[in-house]
């Protein structure tokens, strides 16, 4: 009554501990959405998201159109036309060539300021108007996403240009530029207006749109200014073509911090960056943020999934679960950005992800703590049969440090209950008998070694229920006292397809709590069904096969008598005499081939072939064939039973003698590869023409006692060879028999 008193208290104990444990999971997963919803609205904590937006680009970049060519104001420019700026004569004189040579392009684009009159301005105008010219009208300025300072163009050439547009560059957060505003104040980004297309604003994004940038190794097809105007460049570039006019020399301070900064020295040229801007525009590739409200209904998603994943999985299975989920928004980001345009940004979720580990982490020290006080306690008391369970353990020593105080009392109890359980293992597995136990249900407990030899590792594994095992056995899905009422005779094939039969035993036991525990045992007969199967064959070969020849003899004896023995009675008689000493010498090869172990030493394959062709050959001659034996230079070595392995090259020359076909030839191919494998082997194959068909064939060849394919199958195996049979369908056609022997190489 005390003891179930005590449980009672530990029940309701552990039910508050659930209760607190659910509510500090409750508060930690508001924090956290709390948390990622005001980051979220506000654009903080943006830097992962920073980094994953350029590598994802750096793995996908833009592919340049060939409709947009660059004319680069570099350093040769400067040193041919002396200083900056360059007087604006060279610019009308450029505008010339592209004119008079008719190569007009679609669409001209100025990223040079033009702020003060000057006396070439009328001639810079007068080629402007044969031109669709657009002119920079404000000053960019390094802030981020706000509206630059204007500047007052010459009002000779703003009257001359098609239109007067805004170069406006917007940074980013961290310094990087990777968008722009396509209209500020109503005025148009250059490549906007340069591409007619119209401008395209959302709610939650305005007119800002990010670049999908071009690989600078690729980039836009160029031209140095100063060569264009030395005729050094074909002016056929530029007709039809979008041509934008910009600085690219690094002394003149127009680059700008992109994502390729690293392969650039000083940055990405502006004039390049409004090349991309007008390229995105034309192949529909700017991409779009995603609503702020979706990038936070995901987000919460997400990590919605890895608070439940902290409740109710394993730390491993929750550490993998939420590395999933972290992996697939990242995959998730980079496919809606690739195929979509649009950009998800994943790091905040992430981070939340990672942050919420440690987070979770103290809460689940603190249970860990106060369970193994628990359980250190009722284990020493049930070791030391104290009085009472203590809730806990009062620590005398070092109290800060309880995790170390309670591991060394729950090391000191494990120690005492493994040893128990060590030595019951060890009894099991020395059981001279395949035995595994299982729980009621049957779900296996405990399998020792001759079990995991006689079947599948895979369904003797702990954990795993008797269901698959009988399934596999082909035993019938009952309860287990109906299965404890009487045995059962199994087969299992192994990995060499060799059948071997058991006896299967269920059987009941109680443990010391009282349970019920099933016993299942594995009886091998596998030797005892051999013994009866060779039984069964030597009485069929004393009763028939040996009768069959000695009645032929006895009947021709008294034929004899009475005809004086003719040559023709002697012959018969001779003939069965050899065959009945043949079916003795095949009984007393078939007991040696059983033999568990042959005495073998080292001999040259080509000698066995000669003395078996030497027994066969006479049989081949009555019949016309010839044996044909084609050999290497150098003969291939085994270690083999001579004796026995002869023997097989006989048998398997006798049946290519006696089924083959007339006048025709028995070839005996002998071949070696002893660098061509892992494990070099010796071959013969033995090849004829055979004169009945499979079926009369395979007949025949299971008749013989010892010089059947089992006899063969027996020899070969046990010199850890392999034997191959191939026989036709019809008359006329080839039959083959090949062994693979493991090569024995010489030391020379």
């Known amino acids: 009554m ?163 547009v805004q170069v406006n560059l917007s940074f980013e957060k961290d310094g990087s530029l990777r968008g722009f505003r396509l209209v500020e104040e109503g005025v148009p980004q250059m490549a906007l207006a340069m591409s007619g297309l119209p401008a395209r604003s959302d ?230 008998v395949a035995m595994l136990v299982t729980d009621e249900q049957g779900r296996i407990l405990l399998a020792n070694s001759g079990m995991l030899q006689a079947l599948p590792a895979d369904l003797v594994k702990k954990g795993h229920y008797l269901q698959a095992l009988f399934r596999f056995l082909d035993l019938p899905e009952q309860h287990l006292d109906l299965m404890a009422s009487k045995d059962h005779v199994v087969t299992v094939q192994d990995s060499r397809h060799v059948s071997h039969h058991f006896i299967l035993r269920m059987a009941q036991i109680h443990d010391a709590e009282d349970r019920l525990l099933w016993v299942m045992s594995l009886t091998d007969i596998s030797e005892m069904r051999r013994f009866q199967a060779e039984r069964d064959r030597t009485l069929q070969l004393l009763s028939h096969d040996m009768r069959t020849p000695v009645s032929s003899i006895i009947a021709l004896s008294r034929e004899g008598q009475e005809a004086q023995m003719q040559a023709s009675v002697e012959e018969h008689i001779r003939l069965h005499a050899y065959t009945l000493l043949g079916m003795m010498d095949d009984f007393i090869f078939s007991i040696q081939a059983q033999a568990p172990h042959y005495k073998r030493g080292d001999v040259a ?32 070595f085994i270690q083999a039973n001579e004796r026995l392995f002869t023997r097989v090259l006989v048998n398997l020359l006798v049946n290519a003698v006696r089924y083959g076909k007339s006048h025709t030839d028995i070839r005996i191919d002998i071949s070696s590869d002893p660098a061509s494998q892992q494990h070099p082997m010796a071959r013969c194959r033995i090849s004829n023409v055979v004169s009945d068909a499979q079926e009369t064939i395979q007949a025949e060849t299971g008749k013989s006692f010892g010089l059947g394919l089992e006899f063969v199958k027996t020899v070969v195996q046990k010199h850890e060879g392999s034997h191959r049979l191939e026989l036709p369908s019809r008359a006329g056609e080839l039959a083959v028999a090949e062994l693979s022997i493991p090569l024995h190489v010489l030391a020379h």
């Not at 649009?342 to 603190?366: C, H, Q, T, Y």
């Open 2 to 164: 005390a003891v179930f008193a005590a449980s009672h208290r530990s029940a309701r104990r552990l039910s508050a501990e659930e209760r607190r444990y659910y509510r500090e999971w409750c508060v930690i997963a508001l924090i956290s959405l709390s948390a990622l919803t005001v980051f979220t609205v506000m654009s903080w904590g943006q830097s992962l998201g920073f980094v994953l937006y350029d590598q994802f680009h750096r793995w996908s970049p833009a592919m340049p159109g060939n409709e947009i060519v660059v004319i680069e104001i570099d350093d040769r420019t400067l040193e041919a036309k002396g200083s900056w700026p360059i007087e604006r004569s060279a610019y009308a004189e450029l505008l010339r060539k592209l004119a008079d040579s008719g190569n007009q392009p679609r669409a001209i684009g100025f990223d040079i300021f033009f702020s003060q009159p000057q006396p070439q301005d009328q001639a810079l105008a007068e080629q402007m108007r044969r031109h669709r010219v657009f002119l920079a009208k404000e000053q960019p300025r390094r802030s981020s996403m706000v509206s630059a300072e204007s500047v007052q163009i010459s009002p000779v050439l703003a009257e001359a240009a098609q239109g007067l």
């Open 203 to 432: 709610a939650a994004n305005g007119d800002y749109r990010r670049l999908h940038l071009v690989h600078p190794q690729v980039g836009f097809p160029s031209a140095s200014m100063a060569d264009v105007l030395a005729g050094q460049v074909p002016l056929e570039l530029f007709k039809d073509k979008f041509v934008f006019i910009g600085s690219t020399a690094p002394s003149l301070g127009d680059h700008y911090p992109t994502l390729y900064s690293g392969l650039l020295d000083a940055g990405t040229p502006g004039v390049m960056l409004h090349a991309n801007l007008l390229s995105n525009l034309l192949h529909e590739e700017l991409v779009v943020p995603v609503h702020p409200g979706l990038q936070l209904g995901v987000a919460l998603l997400c990590v919605g999934l890895a608070l439940v994943a902290l409740l109710v999985l394993s730390p491993l299975t929750e550490l993998v679960v939420n590395l999933s989920i972290a992996l697939s928004l990242v995959l998730l980001s980079f496919v809606v950005l690739v195929f979509a345009h649009r950009w998800f940004d994943p790091g905040l979720s992430m981070m939340a992800i990672v942050l919420l580990k440690p987070a979770w982490a103290w809460r689940r020290n603190e249970m860990i703590l106060s369970f193994m006080g628990e359980r250190a306690a009722i284990l020493e008391k049930n070791q030391h049969h104290r009085k009472r369970v203590w809730a806990g353990l009062r620590l005398r020593h070092f109290t800060s440090d309880t995790l170390l105080q309670y591991s060394r009392m729950l090391d000191k109890a494990i120690n005492m209950a493994s040893d128990r359980l060590n030595f019951l293992q060890r009894l099991v597995a020395e059981v001279p």
């Open 605 to 636: 394959l080509d000698q066995l072939v000669d003395a078996a062709v030497s027994q066969v050959q006479d049989l081949a001659e009555v019949k016309a064939m010839r044996l044909i034996v084609d050999m290497e230079a150098d003969p291939p």
